[in-house]
């Protein structure tokens, strides 16, 4: 539908006739036609996207990879134009992945595909061996009697669908986040447990998990989907299974992460700004294209359409957090710093770059008619209007939570968790089209909440 608008609207020049499709007078003109510049032409998303994934590749939280990360994009964002660009630092406990493999010994040999949970234990370099009892889910672990745990290897088995609004990956990554710490308070010798993904590839998910309650680490992983199939036909023959599991992790102490910020400056600088943000760091085994290249693209690309509009009333505030991953603390150290600074919205891209198709929002019963707005404007972008008293994101969360107001922009996830924290994510996952509708619904999204755009006087460029 948008595709045959924003082509009527660039046949005006050529054709009367198309004249005749007249757009929604509620909707702000200067903002219409910065959204459907950016549907038909963004590449700065692309730029950066495919900048970052290229010259640094993946970005551990708290690596030289990360800190070469943070380089990176003081860089970029300078050379962009913005102002301000500076990188807040933060100490945070580093972890890292090891050599790793997993191997059933009997009664069928073979190898399986395994990765390393964040903040796994050590299995050291020789491995462990153990039998296996298995779960159907996290529930069944944490009833069972610590007898058939003790010195062995558990397995959790989980059944996440894919979905559009990804709602699958709260409630059934269950066995990940809570699984290593039943395990291990059971006496458990290690766990690997259904990756937390809804691909059929041999390609294991990673992700965070920490040991609570005083757990003692225990050598943690993921096998791949095909690989957790193919473990339960092997323990449906009856016979006890045994696996030989090598994860050789670390944890390298305190080392540095940090958000690099940058800004559009506002007209009134004494207005709240409007923060726009991803997250900079990734999971180490693939280049973090979607999780959350994009996500940072997507934030600088729309900020950056507006500063090429002109000045915005409000400061335009970028920040690429460091260090979510593993356990959302870019996040946590921007509230410590300025969590009671007000901000106007809060907005964060962390699902992807597919097409977005809701926008939710949570501005107050004050600013109704602001978010009105912003459904109006999203419309032709094929984007629905969800609830006016809603809004999340990974590292702005807390924030939020605080009360502080913000927007979603959803993502299409229904293919997201295929690729998500596994060595499939990479560049080629990313749809330029559908990035570009993110970028366009951004920038919608930011021109409307930025005050009003002042274009540049004549023959003077800022
Ligand atoms: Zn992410």
Redesign the pocket.
């Known amino acids: 539908m948008f595709r045959s608008l924003v082509a009527a609207s660039l046949l005006v020049a050529a054709s009367p006739l198309v004249s005749q499709v007249h757009h929604s007078p509620l909707v702000d003109p200067k903002v219409a036609a910065l959204r459907d510049a950016a549907l038909e032409g963004d590449h700065y998303a692309w730029d950066i996207t495919e900048g970052l994934t290229t010259e640094i590749g993946p970005r551990l939280a708290g690596t030289d990879d990360e800190a070469r990360a943070r380089e990176w994009a003081v860089k970029k964002l300078t050379a962009m134009g913005f102002s301000n660009v500076r990188v807040e630092t933060f100490e945070m406990p580093t972890w890292v992945r090891g050599r790793e493999s997993a191997r059933i010994i009997a009664p069928f040999p073979q190898p399986m595909a395994v990765a390393a949970l964040g903040n796994s234990g050590s299995t050291g370099p020789e491995g462990v061996s153990g039998e296996i009892v298995a779960f159907d889910s996290v529930d069944a672990l944490r009833v069972a009697p610590d007898e058939i745990v003790r010195g062995k290897i558990v397995f959790v088995d989980h059944a996440m669908p894919a979905n559009q609004d990804g709602s699958g990956y709260g409630q059934f990554g269950s066995p990940r986040r809570q699984g290593p710490t039943l395990a291990s308070k059971k006496g458990a010798l290690g766990i690997v447990v259904r990756s937390i993904g809804t691909d059929h590839h041999r390609t294991p998910h990673t992700g965070s998990m920490s040991f609570t309650e005083g757990a003692t680490p225990i050598p943690a992983g993921a096998l791949s989907n095909p690989d957790a199939d193919q473990l339960l036909r092997i323990l449906k023959r009856g016979l006890p299974v045994k696996m030989h599991l090598v994860l050789e992790s670390q944890n390298l102490g305190k080392r540095q992460s940090g958000n690099v910020i940058a800004e559009v400056p506002g007209r009134d600088p004494t207005l709240p700004p409007i923060l726009v943000s ?2 900079l760091d ?1 999971w180490d085994q693939g280049t ?1 294209a979607i ?2 290249a994009t ?1 940072v693209a997507i934030a600088a690309a729309a900020a950056k359409r507006i500063m090429d509009a002109g000045r915005p009333l409000r400061t335009i505030r970028i920040v690429w957090f460091g260090a ?2 593993v356990g959302l603390l870019g996040g946590q150290d921007y509230r410590t710093k300025h969590g009671k600074e007000p901000h106007y919205a809060l907005i964060e891209s ?2 992807g770059a597919d097409k977005i198709w809701k926008v939710d929002s949570k501005l107050g019963e004050a600013r109704k008619s602001e978010a009105e707005a912003i459904g109006k404007a999203l419309a032709p972008l094929g984007i629905v209007t969800g609830s006016f008293n809603e809004a999340e994101g ?1 590292d702005i969360g807390p924030m939020l939570g605080d009360g502080h107001p913000g927007v979603t922009l959803n993502q299409d996830g229904t293919r997201y968790f295929d690729i ?1 924290h596994t060595a499939d994510d990479t560049l080629d996952k990313v749809d330029p089209a559908q990035l570009r509708q993110n970028v366009a619904a951004w920038t919608t999204v930011v021109a409307i909440l930025s005050g009003g755009i002042e274009e540049p006087k004549r023959g003077k460029r800022r």
């Open positions: 991803g997250h990734s973090g999780d959350d996500g979510e991953e962390d699902f990974s998500h």
